[in-house]
């Protein structure tokens, strides 16, 4: 019995390259996804537009977070790369092909390209491209900030449940829960000035979420003690910090 080189599980059915019966199946799938699905989409969304994700509206200059940046041309170059690599393992002239031809020569060797002896490396290679793709897919509205990266300082965005994320800037990988503690920390130095509305909806960016309501009865109870008015009627220079706090307790 030898371990799986991808999920470290024993596997009985070792193959020559060491990856167990599932990841092979994992990996043929998100073989199929990257060519069937995900090329396609990316670059169907370069030629609508230059890149994917508009800064967003921001209350407040002085902190405002990166917009999401990430750009389609990037993600296709990536992805391109490596079927062309793939592909030039099956046969050196197959390097050369354009994607779809690639991926074509790919899905057609299924056996050569699942023993290959870089199997285990090509599979978690893989994993970071579709993950980065799958990000960019998704619509914006539906990403949040997890929060930086203690590398490379890069934002780190991503779905809600995202249990990891990817560096964009130096391509490590995260726990996100950890990721999202050391943001919610760092938030106690955000300030934003606005209305409950505002800070309720700056807070939705971080995945929290709470209603303009419920910050306008916090303020009035006095829970907010680092909330301070301003000379506008309903503005209030907010700590982002505290409002996330204050959620925290009241779940
Ligand atoms: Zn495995
Ligand atoms: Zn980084």
């Known amino acids: 019995m030898t371990d799986c080189q991808h999920c470290h599980k024993s596997a009985k059915t070792a193959s020559a390259n060491m990856l167990c019966a599932n990841c092979r199946t994992d990996y043929w799938a998100m073989i199929y996804q990257l060519g069937h699905v995900q090329l396609p989409a990316l ?41 062309a690599e793939q ?36 599979y978690a290679a893989l994993e970071h491209i579709t993950r980065r793709n799958e990000q960019a897919l998704t619509p914006e509205d539906e990403l949040i ?14 779905t809600p449940e995202a249990e990891s994320v990817t560096c964009q800037g130096c391509h490590r990988e995260w726990a996100a829960p950890a990721i999202k503690a050391a943001r919610d920390e760092r938030l106690w130095q955000v300030r934003i000035t606005g209305t409950p509305s505002d800070a309720a909806k700056e807070l939705k960016r971080y995945g929290l979420t709470v209603s303009r309501n419920l910050i306008s009865q916090w303020l009035k109870r006095g829970k907010l003690s ?12 907010f700590n982002l910090g505290e409002l996330a706090a204050q959620l925290d307790c009241h779940r």
Request: net charge positive; charged share 20%; hydrophobic share 35%.
């Open 226 to 237: 680092h909330a301070t008015p301003t000379k506008h009627k309903r503005q209030y220079v």
């Open 87 to 122: 592909a030039g393992k099956i046969r050196a002239a197959y390097a050369a092909y354009d994607w779809r031809k690639a991926w074509y020569a790919i899905i057609s060797n299924r056996h050569t390209i699942l023993n290959m002896s870089t199997a285990a490396d090509d």
């Open 145 to 158: 900030i997890l929060g930086t990266c203690p590398k490379c300082d890069s934002m780190l965005t991503g």
């Open 43 to 83: 670059r169907s969304i370069m030629l609508r537009q230059a890149h994917i994700g508009t800064p967003e509206h921001t209350p407040n200059k002085g902190n405002a977070p990166l917009p999401i940046d990430t750009h389609a041309q990037d993600l296709i170059a990536e992805s391109e790369a490596w079927l």
